[in-house]
């Protein structure tokens, strides 16, 4: 007993001297993290797709709405590229359609060709008046002949349908007939201009033949498209370019 208390005691006195000789003492730092040069990198992702509506070949059909706040910001009026509107109706298309379509119209009439735009850019609640026009003549047969609000080419701002002299002015089939309608099959792509409903192609498209509406997606992506024998809908499709706002 007096042993271990002569043991304890003694283990005290060590503990209390090592105590007094302990003096605080600053540690370098050391990082938590390996110094930047050795810090393992993660590989960068690809990039995420624009949440935009706007990329001018932006795939818009039945499957791939707007939304009907969705307008396009760079409207620009046709009369500023001396492009002939139906009854001179103030019209509007985006900037960059607006200025090809500007050389498009001036180069057919230069070989001869008369091509007015009977309508070019649609708001949302334009093509619901449209639509329902439509509808009240044809019934439920207008939805192969027109656009539910939404789903239309010209809520984009880079579509337009042409007419006419030789059509009666007006915007229909007739249109497919005329010299100018074949002028457009052979040159419109030049311009980046594309028929986006063509004969044969229904059952891709979901439309009926429209002789008179073309689209605008770029000289490039147009003759890309002549080359693929796709429809506009699965070309777009296969380029990823759908409508994100
Ligand atoms: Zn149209």
């Not at 706040?69 to 298309?93: C, F, N, R, S, V």
């Not at 006419?164 to 002015?169: E, F």
Request: one cysteine or more; a negative charge; charged letters at 20%.
């Amino acid at each position: 007993m007096i042993l271990a208390c002569v043991l304890a005691t003694g283990y005290v006195f060590v503990e209390a001297q090592q105590a007094t000789r302990i003096r605080p003492v600053r540690q370098p730092i050391t990082p938590s993290r390996p110094p930047l040069a050795e810090a393992v990198i993660p590989p960068a992702s690809p990039p995420a797709p624009e949440e935009s509506c706007d990329d001018l070949s932006v795939l818009v059909d039945r499957s791939h709405p707007l939304p009907p706040d969705y307008y396009p910001k760079d409207l620009a009026p046709l009369w500023a590229y001396g492009i002939p509107t139906l009854g001179g109706a103030e019209m509007l298309l985006r900037r960059e359609a607006a200025q090809h379509l500007g050389h498009l119209v001036g180069d057919a009439a230069a070989d001869g060709e008369e091509l007015v735009v009977a309508s070019a850019y649609r708001s949302y609640v334009d093509q619901q008046r449209s639509y329902a026009r439509l509808a009240s003549i044809y019934g439920t047969e207008a939805g192969t002949m027109s656009a539910t609000p939404g789903h239309s080419q010209h809520q984009l701002g880079t579509a337009v349908d042409f007419t006419n002299a030789a059509a009666g002015y007006e915007v229909w089939r007739a249109f497919g007939s005329t010299s100018a309608s074949s002028w457009l099959r052979e040159h419109a792509r030049e311009y980046g201009f594309v028929l986006a409903y063509p004969s044969g192609r229904e059952t891709e498209t979901g439309y009926q033949w429209e002789p008179w509406h073309y689209r605008y997606v770029g000289s490039g992506n147009a003759g890309h498209l002549e080359e693929s024998g796709l429809s506009l809908q699965e070309f777009l499709a296969r380029e990823d370019v759908l409508p994100r706002c």
